[in-house]
């Protein structure tokens, strides 16, 4: 059971973790889902929309009825929500491969040493790249670009997670009500 005053304490701390109070911390709240894009519905996205629709024909056959085109959308949606996903996830890692500025730790001390050495020499920074990739910068490049995403990379796994389980439950949907049609006696859906 809670003591008088713990339950003080927190009912202090709730008044206190009210969210953002200043304009600017809302306004930074409310983009805190659109960050990536992958919250908003494939329905609602002009890209992906036509895409859902085409696969969910395909996956309901050509004389399916409404609610087995229902179905279909749903797997159809998750289907392509997941394709949306690892295409977010592959350009995020390709856009921190392809950063020229992006320095592992192990790098930035003698990087610095070169580039001031450049500068001492006037010359531009091409000798310092030179020595990036004759030292194997790469190999240990791809170990902290993971490092740095990994916040980014766990928010896009969640949801790749939670498609999947949505397609998953949408396919069994989805296959109990051709079963039912055709034990009913009802015309079986070309797949």
């Known amino acids: ?51 859902v629709e085409m696969l969910a024909r395909q996956i309901a056959g ?25 295409g977010y996830r592959a350009r995020l890692t390709e856009q ?7 320095r592992t730790r192990r790098r930035q001390g003698p ?21 990036n990739a004759i030292t194997g910068e790469d190999r240990a490049k791809g170990g902290e670009i993971f490092d740095r995403l990994a916040r980014d990379l766990a928010a896009i796994d969640r949801y790749e997670r939670r498609a999947r389980s949505r397609r998953k439950f949408a396919i069994r949907k989805f296959d109990t009500l051709r079963i039912e049609r055709i034990a009913g006696g009802g015309r079986p859906e070309a797949r």
């Open 1 to 51: 059971m809670t003591s008088e005053r713990q339950a003080r304490a927190n009912r202090a701390n709730a008044r206190a973790s009210t969210g953002p109070k200043t304009a600017v911390g809302k306004a930074r709240a409310r983009r805190n889902a659109l960050h990536h894009g992958l919250a908003v519905s494939v329905f609602d996205d002009a890209q992906w929309s036509p895409e």
């Open 62 to 86: 050509a004389n399916a009825d409404a609610e087995l085109l229902f179905r279909a959308r749903e797997i159809a949606q998750a289907q392509i929500e997941i394709r949306r996903v690892g």
């Open 111 to 131: 990087d610095r040493s070169i580039e001031e050495q450049c500068r001492r020499a006037r010359t531009n920074g091409a000798f310092a790249r030179k020595v």
């Open 96 to 102: 921190a491969y392809a950063d020229p500025h992006f």
